[in-house]
């Protein structure tokens, strides 16, 4: 292990040595990366050092009861070889943990998009809720909820509602909330009290930075149009709302939320460049995929993650197989061990692709 943490302290070298050669500013997506990296290396590096405080103070304690003759120095010196052997053991497992090669997109802001599937209403309805409990889940984590677009659902809740949350390290959290989220309950339009089953699905993806995608503008078509909300009736009579068509792959991203041109344009570009990394992105889930039984985190967005029984108050998270049963807390935005569950079987899945740590 002590090898692993000597190369990544050369690495944490050499890259604070490129950053300050002042040549390196002139391309700014290199200065960039590098001071992410510079950034994640920080923790391990700082746990790093103490380790070696620890090796250290171990050996010359060693030396103290090897040569002390005074029975008083002795004792103490066993008690502080106690201490830390206890400290080396438990620094070697944070650090084992802290070695697990992480997914390079955690510590973004993530877009989120919630769309109602199978049941008809139900399913808007659902998916009107889902939306409330992560609402109310990024304000216990002081995140900031920036709303993209929404279609209403016929009798409440929406048929589709993509969000941007923005704080620290969310996609990190967030993902683990991608794939089909599965209700039952009796729906609000049932007269005969019997339990349906209906399903949302919840997209989760790292947002993209410019740095992440080069667009051409000579790529991207851009058009103007009115607002208009429901029913068709024009919001405003300007030409505020944004429809912008990357001719390449053929996507298509259109905001009209805001009244002005140029906050709906950069909104819709940010939207753009997610829509392009997820391609790329998506290749990395696959690999990984393929390595991992949890399926956590993995981008199979069409697999059942989640159901939610309100009958029996009940959320079994199928993933890892683990149902608890405070669901009414759970919809107020208390997801949190839920995710730290998630969040410790990765990592036990990690862990095993790491050898000789």
């Not at 939306?131 to 809740?157: A, F, H, N, P, S």
Request: hydrophobic share 35%; aromatic share 8%; net charge negative.
């Amino acid at each position: 292990m002590l090898e692993k943490l000597e190369a990544i302290y050369h690495r944490y070298v050499d890259i604070e040595q490129q950053m300050n050669n002042p040549a390196l500013m002139a391309d700014m997506k290199s200065y960039v990366k590098l001071s992410k990296d510079y950034k994640e290396l920080q923790p391990i590096i700082a746990a790093y050092r103490e380790f070696e405080s620890v090796i250290a103070n171990i050996e010359a304690t060693k030396e103290i009861l090897y040569h002390e003759k005074d029975e008083e120095f002795r004792a103490m010196a066993k008690e502080e070889m106690n201490s830390l052997t206890e400290k080396r053991e438990k620094m070697e497992e944070e650090i084992r943990l802290m070695l697990i090669p992480s997914d390079p997109q955690d510590g973004k802001n993530a877009v989120v998009e919630i769309r109602a599937g199978t049941g008809g209403d139900e399913a808007s309805i659902f998916a009107g809720d889902l939306y409330r409990m992560y609402t109310k889940y990024c304000e216990t984590k002081g995140w900031k909820i920036d709303l993209v677009d929404y279609t209403d659902g016929t009798v409440g809740g929406y048929k589709e509602i993509i969000f941007d949350v923005s704080g620290e390290g969310v996609y990190g959290l967030m993902k683990y909330e991608s794939g089909v989220h599965r209700v039952q309950r009796v729906p609000q339009t049932e007269t005969q009290g019997r339990v349906h089953t209906s399903a949302a699905t919840v997209v989760v993806l790292p947002e993209a930075d410019e740095f992440d995608i080069d667009l051409k503008p000579t790529d991207i078509r851009k058009d103007l149009y009115c607002s208009s909300g429901p029913g068709g009736q024009s919001v405003n009579t300007t030409y505020s709302a944004v429809r912008l068509t990357h001719l390449p792959s053929g996507i298509t991203v259109a905001i009209q939320d805001q009244k002005s041109q140029m906050k709906n344009f950069d909104k819709a570009m940010t939207i753009l460049r997610t829509r392009l990394f997820e391609q790329e992105y998506q290749k990395y889930l696959d690999e990984i995929s393929k390595k991992r039984k949890t399926m956590v985190s993995t981008g199979d967005r069409s697999a059942k993650v989640r159901t939610y029984n309100y009958p029996q108050s009940r959320i079994t998270d199928h993933r890892i197989n683990l149902t608890v049963y405070n669901l009414q807390t759970y919809m107020d935005g208390d997801i949190q061990d839920m995710i730290d569950a998630l969040q410790l079987a990765e990592n036990a899945e990690r862990l095993k692709e790491v050898v000789n740590l």
